[in-house]
């Protein structure tokens, strides 16, 4: 975990000790469910492991022992404040709620401690605009940009190596993935200022660090004076990113006001939101640069993920290798060219991709709600009271046998059509699709818009490394990187070596 937490003085855990025994003792939130999970002094225990490594594996005890066997709500701390874990029965609730009565940007934000950094930027909801009205409704159009930008992030990170290059699996694909996002976030040119990326890459890395660095204990009503101490070194890298945007931000504002611009990225998008609101705060160059850095953030820390875990899979079975390259092959013809037509045609995958984000979701729980201004009746008249929050052990629901014929097997045929001679011919569902047996992108209001980029940039991605590089693991091993495991987040091995070679068949 070193590399997810900085390293905390022995004098300043005493004093953090005793806080957590004073609002432990005097904060603790009374509730009528049953509460699991060790209390988190357990932190302080030599030679325990800490809930907050072990919530996947708490959410699905729990989801097994008490959602399903008892079908009642369950309590544990998640993020440092108490979640009411809910069946899968109550997924409707969350589709027809109101996000002003059920909010998913209240949970995010207080999670993250963005209050400490952004202030409100989460109460408005400009960056989702963003997504569902100017991204979205294009998606297809900017394939030839993405693979532009896949193909200039290959070679400047990878090269075209002729001999095995040995690189962190995790981290090359993250950066691979920043790289890319940055081409609609910020366009070409800003996207390719060396200074830019690097810099705006550290503010998508300490994002999460910083979220969790003071969650291990619970603040009480010290957490918000406790997180503007404890987020510094994120607040340091936010500033930094803001130095380098805010005046491409002022710069098309100025122009804004003497022609119609031609850019077409969320640079742009943003200024015509705030226009268009009315509201001189989200008018104010900062204001817009945050917003262009959290939506950077939301864009390239799943499909990060999710490159690195296929790898993982494609690595621990390379029978599927050849499977991807054939269909790859077949949908791009012999000019290897990459369009949204080509992407169509590869329905393995597609649920390659699909049964990845079954099997390790990007976190154990998601579909996090606040419930606003006024407490909140259930279809079965059960209530939930003001300020309280809910989610869903998605793992636990996405691994159930009722769910799922043997699902803990990861099988990349799951999702699609197979002929009786074994040819693969169309999907059955596609990777984007919402289920109440499938949350990895939330459910109901302020599901992931973002989902259709996120997939189409992580299939390009993965894509053309499968068809350009031969893949192997630095060293041969039988057993599959483990995944970390902080705060319910389960993203993959960072540590983890692979080989790349340069295709020559």
Known sequence: ???????????????????????????????????????????????????????????????????????????????????????????????????????????????????????????????????????????????????????????????????WKTVTAAKVNGILIHRVTNRVIVGQRLCRDEE????????????????????????????????????????????????????????????????????????????????????????????????ILHLLFAANSAPGALVTQMMYESLMNPAYLDILRAEIDGATGSAKEWTAVALDKMPFLDSFVRETLRVYPPGSIACTRTIMNQPYTLHDDTVLPLGSRVAFPVLAIQTDPENYDNPQRFNPYRFVKVSERGAIMNSTVLSSTLTTSFLTFGYGKHACPGRFFGIVEAKLVFGKLVQEYDIQWAKATAIRPPNVSIEGMVPPNQDALVKLRTRTA
């Open 1 to 163: 975990m070193s590399s997810v937490i900085p390293h905390i003085p022995g004098a300043v855990q005493v004093v953090i000790a005793a806080i957590a025994l004073f609002t432990i003792r005097y904060f603790s939130t009374a509730t009528e469910y049953a509460r699991v999970g060790n209390s988190r002094i357990w932190t302080w225990i030599p030679k325990t492991i800490p809930m907050r490594y072990e919530l996947d594996r708490v959410s699905k005890n729990a989801y097994a022992s008490i959602n399903k066997k008892l079908d009642q709500p369950f309590v544990m701390k998640f993020f440092g404040y108490d979640y009411v874990m809910l069946q899968p029965k109550y997924l409707v609730d969350l589709k027809r709620a109101a996000a002003s009565a059920m909010s998913f940007n209240v949970s995010f934000s207080d999670a993250f401690n963005l209050g400490s950094t952004v202030g409100d930027l989460y109460f408005s909801d400009n960056m989702g605009l963003a997504v569902t009205n100017y991204l979205n409704r294009q998606l297809k159009t900017f394939v030839p940009a993405l693979v532009d930008e896949v193909e200039y992030a290959l070679q400047v990170e990878v090269g075209r190596p002729a001999e």
């Open 196 to 291: 830019f990326s690097q810099t705006s890459l550290r503010f998508t890395s300490t994002l999460l660090p910083a979220a969790v660095w003071t969650n291990f204990i619970s603040f009480g009503p010290l957490r918000d004076l406790a997180s503007r101490a404890t987020t510094f070194f994120h607040k340091w890298e936010l500033e930094a990113s803001l130095k380098l945007l805010i005046p491409e931000v002022e710069r098309r504002l100025r122009e804004s006001t003497e022609k119609a611009s031609s850019a077409n990225d969320s640079i742009q998008w943003l200024i015509e939101i705030a226009e268009k609101s009315n509201d001189p705060q989200e008018m104010i160059p900062r204001r817009i640069a945050e917003n």
